[in-house]
């Protein structure tokens, strides 16, 4: 029997977690994050690492700009993941146009075989949906994160012999210069996250499973995972479970209109990265979205967002993205009761509605303040409140030094990585 990837190998009585605050916002969430979970009496040690754009200008000042070795992720941060139990990682910064940089998320899902990239989306209390009637939300997305045109085998120009590969490129030879990238799936690649979608249905009682494709046009690749969904439906059919095979443009439309219907979402790597981000905009936007990328050679939670350097000095961020990942964490660990404490305590706040409690986008977005500017919570305000409602005596001295620690965990000046 192999080991279970959506929970971690081995059961401890203390967990050592590998934290990194990415870039710009990313710091703010992660400190919101860390001063709730230390409400908590968490059996955690934290384990600091470092990556994102703040490497990458680490390993340039230090190589030298356009040496190989400057990077998002520095060696000591690969090790850091690969010795702790699992990640915990804030959002980072990318920079378009910046020679031989590669993204620190898809290297380390393809360093890691994170092949499951989990993203929930769930209704909260208080945070309604641009939708009408106000529908209940709970969908779980399973996107495929390794391959699809992920793949990064990607060319331009065409070299003159590919040209001859397929008949189908013979009237781009008079196109000029010609780009292609690779839409390559693998049968092990679909077998494996539509397995992982319908056993995490089994396990929680979940009805359905969607899987969205288009194979009626794109016949070889989304053809085969297709083919290989509806083997798999046959087979936990008997459990119960139903599975629907939809054109991925339908789902985008159905979602929109009866996003009440999903529970579990099977999706490639490129329609479940579109199809998650319409799934979040319909539970709240991306400051309350979370997700996990889950595989054989780690675990690694982020929020789905990006770290919005241009607001990063201007508004605090929302921290609910970083404390519902945290949250997968904690499941993933097993610590299932602690976990639904943050989601409990999240709930409490959005719903009290008090003054000085919530940030900028959910008083611009949810509750009409037309001065949300002035009236908006900084991030560790709106932590403090959700760590308060985790714990009552989470208030004054024990408040402070607390946050003192995360802060100090945060420091930028500390950052380790290309020592
Ligand atoms: C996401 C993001 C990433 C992706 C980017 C930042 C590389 O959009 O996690 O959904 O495309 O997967
Ligand atoms: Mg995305």
Redesign the pocket.
Known sequence: MHHDVMKVKEKKDRYRVCYMSGDDSGYDMMEGALLVLEAMDLPIDWVRADLGWCMWEKSAAKFGEGDPRCDTVPPETIESIRNTDAALMAA?T?KAGVKGFK?A??QL?QLFDLYI?LRPAKSLPGIGTPLKGDPKIDIVMF?E?TEDL?SAVEFYPLPAEQFDLHPGMERFKKCGEVAVSWRVFSEEGCRRIIRAAFEYALRTGRKTVHCCNKANVIRQTDGMMKRIFLEMAAEYERHGIRGIEENADATAMWLIKNPQDYSVIVAS?VFG?IL??EASQLTGGLGFAP?GNIGTGAALF?P?S?SVPKYAHKYRVNPSAMLLTSKMMLEYLGLDEHAARIERAIGEVLAANEPGTLTYDILRDFRGDPDWEKNAAGTMDMAAAIARRVDPSFVGARLESAKAKVRAMCDWTETVGFE
């Open positions: 980072i990318s993204s998320i898809l899902r990239n996107r994160n992920y790597n990265d998650s981000d997700s982020e789905s990006g």
